[in-house]
């Protein structure tokens, strides 16, 4: 059974830092490249940034490159994602998924960045 555990989200001044991360099992995690998304509240979904599988291809969502930096750890079927210089328009839940993504989402992990 697919399980994607987000975790590390908080409350955090504008300027801060926060870094997220996401435990995957049920499935081949180093095989796939990896994403993260964001949802902020009355927004669909966004893609964020991409990882794949070997680290060498990293991919961002414009307005968080260069504050933002996605990793991962085969060995712990874990990805990360470090965000530095953090933005009010950051505030979101945020969500990992494989790439192609499952029909199935975890529960997020909620971000707020307010001074």
């Known amino acids: 059974q697919v399980q994607l555990v987000e975790s590390g989200g908080g409350l955090v001044q504008p300027g801060g830092s926060l870094r997220l991360s996401c435990a995957a099992s049920?499935?081949?995690?180093?095989?796939?490249?990896m994403s993260w998304y964001r949802q902020a509240p009355g927004k669909e979904r966004e893609f964020v940034a991409q990882?794949?599988?070997?680290?060498?291809?990293?991919n961002y969502l414009r307005s968080v490159e260069g504050r933002f930096t996605i990793s991962r750890d085969n060995a712990e079927n874990t990805v990360y994602l470090l965000m530095n210089s953090l933005k009010p328009e950051d505030t979101a839940v945020y969500y990992c998924n494989r790439v192609p993504a499952f029909q199935y989402w975890g529960q997020g992990t909620q971000v707020t960045v307010a001074s």
């Open positions: 049920g499935f081949s995690f180093s095989n796939y490249p």
């Open positions: 990882i794949s599988r070997s680290s060498s291809t990293l």
